[in-house]
């Protein structure tokens, strides 16, 4: 195949600014390789980027492209890659953007090895929402003296937190919707429900034990008032913001990371060892990147919302395109104000 599609805007926007437009394999320059992308992930920051909303950190050049996280098939390698092969299978991320697309063309360094035991789905949508997980998680040094209260816990970043902080030998709180507690059981978790009462809820789980950290995915005002109430140290008390700094510094970071790399590289071996599963809520055809945003924004999703760009289409609008299976899309849900649910 030397001809695909990529998605393009040419101005911020909503989703009617996101484009398909024809795109050719590229040719691989000194230092780079050219990957033929088998999925790629969606990310609630990404959208925002494209919104506008994100200019004060960000400030892109048009037309631009979308997408960081990516999986595929290295189909050409440039002069000085000698550590990989035509036909290896990578993941890892596009340093500017443009891994929605049949192709992408990135630096050496932005990739690593696919593992054979890590499926497409999971490795096309781990690089973001991981490495924001474990950089937050790290940064605690949560050990099995700690109790942490996560929120969002179901979301894209927090539902890899909650089982790196599991991991980690911690006892995790995880602040959901009622819907997805048999999920958050799954993981490890004691879950809790949000809303009036949280806090009393939190201490009879906790059934007097003491609460050391607070991870707030959720972007909630009051988050930090409660994780006060609750004695957490102010040191200990990880804020959306702080969240959102971490997620800008990995949506751009540069191919040569040795950061990035060494917590992808982790982040796979906790996926092939199951430590960490990532789930995959909805997974799309790339013509329906749309339909996959859509869904992504409806703040509903468990886990990560990913493309497919060699899947099969029927010629029929299938029901499992816009999988269910993992959340019951009916459910009222009250909406946060930043990128999980949960």
């Given at each position: 195949m030397r001809h695909g599609n990529a998605v393009q805007?040419?101005?911020?926007?909503?989703?009617?600014?996101?484009?398909?437009?024809?795109?050719?394999?590229?040719?691989?320059?000194?230092?780079?390789?050219?990957?033929?992308?088998?999925a790629a992930g969606l990310n609630h920051i990404e959208r925002f980027?494209?919104?506008?909303k994100l200019r004060e950190f960000i400030d892109l050049d048009f037309p631009a492209h979308q997408g960081v996280d990516f999986a595929g098939i290295v189909r050409a390698r440039g002069e000085g890659v000698k550590d990989l092969r035509v036909g290896d299978e990578v993941l890892g991320h596009a340093p500017t953007g443009g891994a929605h697309a049949n192709w992408v063309r990135v630096p050496r360094g932005a990739v690593i090895k696919k593992p054979e035991l890590v499926g497409w789905e999971v490795a096309g949508g781990l690089y973001l929402a991981g490495c924001t997980a474990a950089t937050i998680v790290r940064g605690l040094r949560l050990g099995p003296q700690d109790t942490v209260v996560i929120s969002a816990a179901a979301g894209g970043v927090g539902h890899i937190q909650c089982q790196l902080a599991h991991d980690a030998g911690a006892t995790v709180i995880a602040l959901g919707s009622a819907r997805n507690h048999d999920y958050l059981r799954q993981i490890g978790t004691l879950p809790v429900v949000y809303g009036e009462g949280e806090e009393q809820r939190i201490r009879e789980i906790a059934d007097g034990r003491e609460i050391t950290a607070f991870i707030d995915n959720h972007g909630e005002s009051d988050a930090e008032h409660l994780s006060e109430r609750l004695g957490i140290p102010a040191d200990r008390f990880v804020s959306s913001e702080e969240r959102r700094d971490v997620e800008l510094r990995f949506l751009r970071a540069p191919a040569e990371d040795d950061e990035a790399r060494e917590l992808l590289t982790m982040l796979t071996k906790a996926v092939q060892d199951r430590r960490v599963q990532v789930l995959i809520s909805g997974f799309y055809p790339f013509e329906y990147i749309v339909d996959a945003y859509e869904d992504l924004a409806q703040m509903q999703s468990r886990g990560k919302v990913v493309i497919g760009m060699q899947t099969v289409e029927t010629g029929a609008r299938m029901d499992w395109y816009r999988s269910e299976k993992n959340r019951d899309l009916r459910d009222p849900v009250r909406r946060p104000q930043t990128a999980d649910a949960g």
């Amino acid at each position: 195949m030397r001809h695909g599609n990529a998605v393009q805007y040419d101005r911020y926007g909503g989703f009617d600014v996101v484009q398909l437009v024809p795109q050719e394999r590229p040719d691989a320059g000194p230092g780079e390789i050219v990957v033929e992308v088998v999925a790629a992930g969606l990310n609630h920051i990404e959208r925002f980027l494209r919104e506008g909303k994100l200019r004060e950190f960000i400030d892109l050049d048009f037309p631009a492209h979308q997408g960081v996280d990516f999986a595929g098939i290295v189909r050409a390698r440039g002069e000085g890659v000698k550590d990989l092969r035509v036909g290896d299978e990578v993941l890892g991320h596009a340093p500017t953007g443009g891994a929605h697309a049949n192709w992408v063309r990135v630096p050496r360094g932005a990739v690593i090895k696919k593992p054979e035991l890590v499926g497409w789905e999971v490795a096309g949508g781990l690089y973001l929402a991981g490495c924001t997980a474990a950089t937050i998680v790290r940064g605690l040094r949560l050990g099995p003296q700690d109790t942490v209260v996560i929120s969002a816990a179901a979301g894209g970043v927090g539902h890899i937190q909650c089982q790196l902080a599991h991991d980690a030998g911690a006892t995790v709180i995880a602040l959901g919707s009622a819907r997805n507690h048999d999920y958050l059981r799954q993981i490890g978790t004691l879950p809790v429900v949000y809303g009036e009462g949280e806090e009393q809820r939190i201490r009879e789980i906790a059934d007097g034990r003491e609460i050391t950290a607070f991870i707030d995915n959720h972007g909630e005002s009051d988050a930090e008032h409660l994780s006060e109430r609750l004695g957490i140290p102010a040191d200990r008390f990880v804020s959306s913001e702080e969240r959102r700094d971490v997620e800008l510094r990995f949506l751009r970071a540069p191919a040569e990371d040795d950061e990035a790399r060494e917590l992808l590289t982790m982040l796979t071996k906790a996926v092939q060892d199951r430590r960490v599963q990532v789930l995959i809520s909805g997974f799309y055809p790339f013509e329906y990147i749309v339909d996959a945003y859509e869904d992504l924004a409806q703040m509903q999703s468990r886990g990560k919302v990913v493309i497919g760009m060699q899947t099969v289409e029927t010629g029929a609008r299938m029901d499992w395109y816009r999988s269910e299976k993992n959340r019951d899309l009916r459910d009222p849900v009250r909406r946060p104000q930043t990128a999980d649910a949960g």
